[in-house]
């Protein structure tokens, strides 16, 4: 992977980015999304933002490389921290984390999501969160895809702001409204897995203690594993 040429996860996230858009990348690493993204015309410039200083060095050196120091600004900090207003950004990308994490960043700093349009969120576990967020935040899922890649699955979500009243119910929530309407190889392969996953626990509970906070981890995971059941049926 290069800022040429992205994994198919990244490849993913950059076809969501409009044309011309001003893009915060957070957690930028190699800095490979926003310089592809520039490279391409779809953004005409980007903050990458780390908060870690080796990926932070690695980011300034891929942007210098590239000859795009004009375009792209390299910033170290803590989440959306590093968004100033002059920046007018208008899409934020925040790939290859914890959906507890992603969630935790959007609501450290929710000032910077004013001049904000679309939200390109790509959660490596607990997707949920998200949508969770969404919920109370005027922010609604407009597109999701999953994706395998190297034998891990990845799901991506497209949020853009909206005045709407949003309410998922539970299976949207935990699988997601638009992945739930395709239901496709990759969706059915994850939640068979995670279903599985469940009922493993669940077992592993019922022959252990029995205690207040047990009994409610069953009623959750069993319930969990009611929804998965009726919708890969
Ligand atoms: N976004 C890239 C991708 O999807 O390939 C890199 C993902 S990498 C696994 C996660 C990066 O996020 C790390 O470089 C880490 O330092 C950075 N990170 C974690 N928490 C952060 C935060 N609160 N603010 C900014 N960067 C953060």
Not at 31 to 37: E, S
Not at 72 to 83: E, K, N, Q, T
Request: glycine residues 6%.
């Amino acid at each position: 992977m290069n800022e040429q040429k992205l994994s198919k996860r990244l490849t993913c996230v950059a076809n969501y980015i409009p044309k011309g858009s001003r893009i915060a990348d957070i957690g930028s690493d190699h800095a490979y999304l926003p310089c592809f993204a520039v490279l391409n015309g779809q953004a005409s410039f980007a903050v990458a933002g780390e908060v870690a200083s080796g990926p932070f060095e690695s980011a300034k050196e891929q942007v210098k490389h590239s000859q795009l120091t004009a375009q792209i600004d390299v910033r170290f900090g803590d989440g959306l921290s590093v968004i100033e207003a002059e920046d007018a950004i208008d899409t934020i990308v925040i790939a290859g984390m914890g959906g507890m994490l992603i969630r935790a960043i959007l609501e450290a700093n929710p000032e910077k999501l004013e001049t904000v349009e679309r939200l390109i969120l790509q959660p490596n576990i607990g997707a949920w969160q998200i949508r969770d967020w969404a919920m109370g935040h005027h922010f609604k899922l407009v597109s999701e895809t999953i994706l395998r890649e190297d034998n891990k699955i990845y799901e991506i979500l497209v949020l853009e702001k909206t005045s709407e009243r949003i309410a998922y119910n539970e299976k949207e929530r935990l699988l997601g409204p638009f992945l739930l309407l395709e239901k496709n190889e990759v969706f059915q392969a994850k939640w068979l897995h995670e279903k599985e996953n469940w009922a493993r626990i669940v077992n592993g509970i019922q022959h252990g203690q029995e205690t207040e906070q047990n009994t409610e981890k069953i009623t959750e995971l069993t319930e969990k594993i009611r929804l998965v059941e009726e919708v890969l049926r």
